[in-house]
């Protein structure tokens, strides 16, 4: 399969991933791409990036800007949309794994 259409496939399930851990405690990207690698998802942060945006954009994720070291770095909570949106993702993956494991 084409990587093109595995990425589209994917972001799905990588957004619900963002969110879950978003929920659990703020993140910020380059722990993000690191946690998604273990987990088999080979994006770069020219991926990622645009993805934490859009879903802040989409009013899943709040950004705060954080002084870590002299640096500024952007974490990422879930908002109260977001978490529904999890609790529903997580339903609906919940559904298809049964179906698609037997």
Same mark, same amino acid.
């Given at each position: 399969m084409e990587d093109k259409l595995l990425r589209k !496939? =994917? !972001?799905? =399930? #990588?957004? *619900?991933h963002i969110l879950y851990h978003a929920m659990e405690e703020p993140i910020f %990207?380059?722990? #993000?791409? %690191?946690e998604l690698r273990r987990h088999g998802y080979m *994006?770069?942060?020219g991926t !990622? $990036?645009?993805i934490l945006h859009s879903m802040e954009k989409d %009013?899943? !994720?709040r950004m705060e800007e954080r002084n870590v070291d002299g640096k500024i770095r952007? $974490?990422?909570t879930a908002t109260e949309? %977001?978490?529904?949106?999890l609790v529903e993702g997580r339903e609906?993956?919940?559904?298809? =794994?049964?179906?698609? *494991?037997?």
């Open positions: !496939l =994917f !972001l799905g =399930f #990588m957004q *619900i %990207g380059a722990w #993000m791409l %690191g *994006i770069s942060p !990622l $990036y645009p %009013g899943l !994720l952007k $974490y990422y949309k %977001g978490e529904e949106v609906k993956a919940y559904e298809l =794994f049964k179906e698609i *494991i037997d």
